[in-house]
């Protein structure tokens, strides 16, 4: 799918990655909506790329289709989503407090696994009344797991579960969606500079990052960028789940 003209929709695009890749998704001349929570930057980062801002919540499930839909109404369609939205809390299964609060661990598989389905499932119902290109394709969805997803370090295992979830339904869904012409395919970062990690110190990067291959170092929301957009100018990226991690295998710790 050629860039040019794209129409995208960009979750968690008010900064980091999703902004990353909607920025040189703009630079490359196509169009994009900024979504993410109604206190972030979402409104100048849309500005700067002459796009809209549309505040949401990723785990209100019921209200984000009315957000998505306003969006795609600006857009006047919707080609490619990206998706980064995401965090976490740490908390072990049996900590020295007991057993981790099923509340925590709902919330987190909430936020990471559930809205990325939520996200993913309505993009496809609107990328399905798209024209095909002459190469059949209607869309491309681009969601977003981790390394954890693979290597889940202790005190993170709600962040495991709903991340592996996330690399898991990169081929399912690509596989149910095929037949219109919508591709599937998730990135897994290793330790990023964004959001709470992006001020983190030279030092304690060095130590964070000792194990990668090379570079020895976090990554860089441009190097997601670049890879979101390989994955849309690749009609042959589908069903993945690509590591982007210098190499780096989480430790237990």
Do not use: W
Not at 51 to 69: R, S, Y
């Amino acid at each position: 799918m050629e860039l040019k003209g794209i129409r995208a929709v960009a979750v968690g695009g008010a900064s980091g990655m999703a902004r990353a890749t909607a920025e040189l998704i703009g630079a490359r001349g196509g169009r994009v909506a900024i979504l993410d929570r109604a206190a972030s930057d979402g409104e100048a980062v849309a500005a700067g790329l002459n796009g809209t801002f549309h505040p949401c919540d990723v785990t209100d499930f019921a209200g984000f289709e009315a957000v998505l839909d306003a969006a795609v109404a600006a857009l006047g369609g919707i080609d490619v989503v990206v998706n980064t939205a995401g965090g976490a809390t740490p908390g072990r299964t049996l900590g020295k407090a007991g057993p981790l609060p099923i509340e925590e661990f709902q919330r987190v598989v909430d936020l990471n696994l559930v809205g990325t389905f939520n996200v993913a499932r309505l993009a496809a119902a609107r990328m399905a009344t798209n024209e095909p290109n002459a190469e059949g394709e209607r869309g491309v969805i681009i969601n977003t797991a981790s390394i954890a997803a693979f290597e889940g370090q202790i005190g993170q295992i709600a962040y495991t579960a709903a991340k592996g979830g996330v690399a898991a339904m990169s081929l399912t869904m690509a596989r149910e969606l095929g037949s219109l012409g919508i591709r599937v395919n998730a990135i897994a970062p290793s330790l990023f500079h964004t959001g709470l990690t992006a001020g983190i110190p030279e030092e304690y990067e060095k130590v964070l990052t000792k194990d990668a291959a090379f570079p020895k170092r976090m990554g860089r929301p441009e190097e997601y960028a670049l890879l979101a957009v390989g994955i849309v100018e690749n009609p042959m990226l589908n069903g993945q789940t690509i590591r982007l991690d210098g190499g780096q295998r989480f430790a237990p710790k």
